[in-house]
């Protein structure tokens, strides 16, 4: 059995892996026992408010709250040896920095994005950028998530960016006006109460090429986690890690 603690457990995604956790259908529910750590001082044997209590009372974090709370518990992780598992996105790049210091003490798993789907997008677009390797399509992501969401762009398109700019060596702009050679372009679009949608498209002279992926439910993000926090229990090494490790027959 391992023990984790949720932190942002009243989120969105906190209240996502609860219920999931919770439900009859969910067939590692055996093997995973929650506590929630709230903000609000709501004390018991499974709500926790203290940082260091919920970190150190827990083999694994599953963080998806802001990110510097999120370095918050990072930090509370280091101190007390446990593994992190990070779903929360808007890092900067000292941030992220940071967090590789902490992955030479801890095992940390750091995905912007659980969901299968989208790494299977990004392997796809992957490939298609490799085969494109003359320039002359122009790279382009557009993200479409709810109105309360906090940051922009959206830690996956980030992160399928910088996959994208390591093939091609093109630089990345946000919101660009205008179309200069030798970049990739991420726009956001902030809406009602859409999960997610990220779109990549390829746009030659007369023809593009379009790549969708779609989440209809918040459960695909709350199964990655729970499958990463199954991963996690059987590794001990430092390191940061991610959804190439939890997935390797896909890569
Ligand atoms: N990696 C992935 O697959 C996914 C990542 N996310 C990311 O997870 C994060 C959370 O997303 P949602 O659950 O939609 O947000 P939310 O706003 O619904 O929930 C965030 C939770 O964190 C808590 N929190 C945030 N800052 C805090 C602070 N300083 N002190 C105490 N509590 C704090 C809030 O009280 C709330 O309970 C975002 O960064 C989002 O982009 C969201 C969905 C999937
Ligand atoms: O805030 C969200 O909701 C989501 N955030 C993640 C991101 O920023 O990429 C992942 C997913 O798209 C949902």
Redesign the pocket.
Known sequence: MIQVTITGASG??GTTILKLLDSQNYKYRNLIKAKALLSSKKESELYISDIHEGVKQSDITIDFTSASYALKIIKASALYNKKIII?T??FSDADLKEIEQYAQKIPIFLS??M?IG?YILSILAQTATKALTNGSFDLNIL?Y??RK?L?SP????I?IAKMLSNITGDSIKYNEQRRYDNEIHINSIRAGSI??K?EITMNGAFEKISLIHE?FD?SI?ATGALDAALFMSTIDKPGIYGMADLLPCLA
């Open positions: 969105k995604m779903g996105t808007g912007p994005n969901s989208i993200e998530h709810h969401k940051d959206s830690g996956t398109a992160s999960i997610g990220h989440a918040r993000y």
